[in-house]
């Protein structure tokens, strides 16, 4: 079993920054991809990035250029830089590793 702890969510005004961390309780180096999906209110859940082993990411095209998926395998996290946000990335956030979830970090963006 492995936990993943989602941090750095909190309230940001319309063009500011977050940074979101998911720190798992293993070795990430086990995962061939993790990423992170956001769940809106009434919407279903959408993917937002997702990086491989190796360090390649994959971006929604609603965050790209703005958003960037990183990987710290020392310390067995992935982060999420989120900038230029919008009202609409209001959302609740989620790391996945393979089948493991996070609980979630709410941001949420005025305007």
């Known amino acids: 079993q492995v936990q993943l702890a989602e941090s750095g969510g909190g309230l940001v005004q319309a063009g500011g920054s977050l940074r979101l961390s998911c720190a798992a309780s293993a070795s990430i180096l086990m995962f061939n991809r993790m990423g992170w999906y956001r769940q809106a209110p009434g919407y279903l859940r959408e993917l937002v990035a997702t990086i491989t082993s190796d360090g390649t990411p994959t971006y929604a095209d609603s965050v790209k250029g703005r958003f960037t998926i990183s990987r710290d395998n020392a310390k067995n996290t992935v982060y999420l830089q989120m900038n230029s946000l919008k009202p609409e990335d209001t959302a609740v956030y989620y790391c996945?590793?393979?089948?493991?979830w996070g609980q979630g970090t709410q941001v949420t963006v005025s305007s």
């Open positions: 996945y590793a393979h089948i493991y």
